[in-house]
């Protein structure tokens, strides 16, 4: 049934991987604009993001891990995409020096989650000092 309304395997994984974006993108923007503060902000956003992919394994794969025809840091990228990465943005924004900088610290940040969470879920990191690397590296970015 499905095949009759996409192109084939790659066309279904790339709308879920869409609709997995559009729902990330609303948990980041609720915990980055519930926090009292820019740092709270980061806190929540870190927290919300390492959730997602905690709680949602399967759709975190289908956005990250497998193989999809979506442009990545393109314009032409879907708006789920963009509003996924403005969260990060939004949150991250405080604590760049400068706005030639924060994409890069943007990356830096969205890297360090997903690393975080791609090796926790995987079994390569434990999951029980996951709050104390959270904690480390917010303190880095917000110093």
């Known amino acids: 049934m499905l095949y009759s309304h996409f192109k084939g395997k790659?066309?279904?994984?790339?709308?879920?991987?869409?609709?997995?974006?559009?729902?990330?993108?609303?948990?980041?923007?609720?915990?980055?604009?519930?926090?009292?503060d820019a740092a709270g902000a980061l806190a929540g956003v870190a927290r919300a993001y390492t959730s997602f992919a905690g709680r949602r394994p399967a759709l975190y794969d289908a956005m990250f891990h497998q193989r999809v025809d979506l442009p990545f840091a393109d314009p032409e990228a879907p708006p789920a995409l963009w509003a996924a990465y403005g969260e990060l943005e939004e949150a991250a924004r405080p604590f760049s020096g400068d706005e030639g900088e924060l994409g890069l610290l943007v990356e830096t940040f969205w890297a360090a989650l997903h690393g975080l969470a791609t090796l926790m879920r995987s079994g390569r990191l434990p999951s029980h000092d996951h709050d104390r690397r959270l904690a480390l590296l917010l303190s880095r970015f917000t110093a």
Not at 27 to 32: D, G, I, K, T, V
């Open 10 to 36: 790659d066309a279904i994984v790339a709308a879920v991987a869409v609709e997995g974006f559009a729902d990330l993108a609303e948990e980041l923007r609720a915990a980055r604009t519930e926090a009292g």
